[in-house]
Structures are given as C-alpha cells and as structure tokens.
C-alpha cells in the first residue's frame, strides 16, 4: 500500500530563517506531487507541483521553491522566511484525479 | 481560470439535523470531488463524480452532480458529532490541476 510521509509535523521558526520541508511517498512509483498551504480557517492553495525528477511547476510567486531530488521526494525550501509564510503545509500526490495528502506540517513564522 | 465557488463558509448544525453545502463553477467540469478535513487534520478524499447528473451515496452522505457538470452538492442527514470538520469539493482545471473550494466548515452542537 502507498504511503506518504510529511516532517516535521509542527515548526517554529523565527522571521529570516531558512526552511526545509520534506514529503517522501512509498509504494509507488513516479507519482505527481504537489505542495499546498493552507492559512488557519482557509482553504488549500498550490504550491507547487511535480511530474517527475527535476520538473517543478510553480503556481504563484512566492519566496519559496521545491526540489525533487528522487522520485518519490519533494522538499519545500525558503532562504528567508517571512510571517505570512506560516500556515499548514501538505504535501500529496495523486492516482487517477484522488490526491492523497500527507499529515502536514504545521509552520509558525515568529 | 477555472474556480470552484462553495457555500455556505461556515455552517451550525444541531445533531440530528439535516444539512447540504454547495459548489458551483462558471465552467463545465469534467469530473468532481469531495474531501472532507477533521480539525488539526488532513483532506481526505470521500467521493468522485463524473457523469451528468451523478448521485452518489455513502451512508449519510448523498452527494450530487449537476445535470450541466457545473455545480455539486453534499447533502448530510440526521448529522452527527463525528460529521465535524471542513469539507472540500475539488475538480481539475485544464491542465488537470485540482483547485479546491474554500470549504464549508461544519459544526455539529449536541
């Protein structure tokens, strides 16, 4: 069976920190892959998604990037993070239109 | 591009009660989805719909798709407290991304 796998869950980090989130999906092959935030009370907004090694898609501009340095690993990065980057990050990948998302990392900027 | 409008943003319900949130595009769809978030979660898909007209039912849960493939609809019945959480309807845009309603946020008081 497929599992996906999120760390860490909760992250607090001060104003012009760097950041990394990690998503490792078992259980399958080539997923796509996709990075959401989610602000507190508000819907999911993507991030960023994935086809397959090296091939990133960005969905707004933003002072955050993604890397898929192996096929079934996604990593969420800033340089710098600001407070509106604080939110519920989920990573997910999809089989057949269903997107299956990872238990999230809860990210507060300070 | 393509977005998916849900309504209502919040909704009371008291257990027992019978209750349907809503989800409309400007767009014909091609297909539909349902994912429901418990609080401090993560979405979870419930449901896919795809045909003209579709109805779907899991116990309680009676979902819908409109005749013309533009509007959903999840209706709840005899609501209980397990019923709890944000619900998300989903469907892919052209370049078969999903983009996700803003939610309907449920809260069930006993």
């Known amino acids: 069976s497929q599992t996906i796998h999120q760390w860490p869950a909760t992250l607090v980090q001060p104003v012009g920190s760097p950041l990394s989130l990690e998503c490792t999906v078992e259980?399958?092959?080539?997923?796509?892959l996709y990075w959401y935030r989610q602000a507190a009370g508000r819907g999911l907004q993507l991030l960023f998604y994935s086809v397959g090694i090296g091939q990133i898609s960005s969905e707004v501009p933003q002072n955050l990037s993604a890397s898929r340095p192996q096929d079934r690993q996604f990593i969420l990065s800033s340089k710098k993070l600001l407070l509106s980057d604080s939110g519920f990050y989920l990573c997910?990948?999809?089989?057949?239109?269903?997107?299956?998302f990872g238990p999230g990392t809860r990210l507060t900027v300070l | 591009g393509q977005q998916v409008m849900q309504i209502p943003q919040y909704q009371h319900v008291q257990e027992g009660e019978d209750f349907t949130t809503y989800c409309n595009s400007s767009t014909t769809l091609s297909n539909i989805q349902w994912y429901k978030q418990r609080p401090g979660g993560h979405p979870v898909f419930l449901i896919q719909?795809?045909?003209?007209?579709e109805v779907k039912k899991q116990k309680r849960l009676t979902f819908q798709f409109g005749e013309a493939k533009k509007n959903s609809s999840l209706h709840i019945t005899a609501t209980q407290t397990t019923d709890v959480g944000t619900y998300f309807c989903?469907?892919?845009?052209?370049?078969?991304?999903?983009?996700f309603g803003a939610g309907t946020q449920v809260v069930v008081t006993p």
């Open positions: 719909l795809v045909k003209s007209g």
């Open positions: 989903a469907a892919p845009d052209s370049w078969g991304k999903l983009q």
């Open positions: 259980g399958t092959s080539n997923p796509n």
């Open positions: 997910a990948w999809s089989r057949n239109n269903e997107q299956f």
